[in-house]
């Protein structure tokens, strides 16, 4: 069982990125799915998420309106297109996942996920 995220890199302000990860040894479809952020100093701190079952998403204020989750159950894949990207969109980038069904208030949590990406740094700088 395990996540490979890739697509992380510099960009500039304004830019764009997709983060892609592929799991392996399980099938994506059934798991809902989340992708977190760590700056230096900071908390992980959860930006979006897909609940199985309803497919409900969940996104951070702070990315609302940029960023966009989405997966590909024929590659067992999900991904993040991130969009006007910001400075302070630097950090490393997880993808994780749990077989559970979370509250929405919970589809957030790093506790809520128990299978975890190894990340990738985004750094957004000009």
């Known amino acids: 069982v395990q996540l490979q995220a890739s697509g992380g890199g510099l960009v500039q302000p304004g830019g764009s990125l997709r983060l892609s990860c592929t799991a392996s040894?399980?099938?994506?479809?059934?798991?809902?799915i989340a992708w977190f952020r760590q700056a230096p100093g900071k908390e992980r701190e959860g930006i979006s998420g897909?609940?199985?079952?309803?497919?409900?998403?969940a996104y951070a204020g702070s990315v609302k309106g940029r960023f966009t989750i989405s997966k590909d159950n024929d590659k067992n894949t999900m991904y993040l297109q991130m969009n006007s990207l910001e400075p302070e969109d630097t950090a490393i980038y997880y993808c994780?996942?749990?077989?559970?069904?979370?509250?929405?208030?919970?589809?957030?949590?790093?506790?809520?996920?128990?299978?975890w990406g190894q990340g990738t740094l985004v750094t957004v700088s000009s």
């Open positions: 994780a996942t749990t077989s559970g069904n979370p509250i929405f208030s919970a589809m957030l949590q790093p506790s809520t996920y128990n299978v």
């Open positions: 040894g399980f099938t994506l479809n059934y798991y809902s």
């Open positions: 897909i609940r199985r079952g309803d497919r409900k998403t």
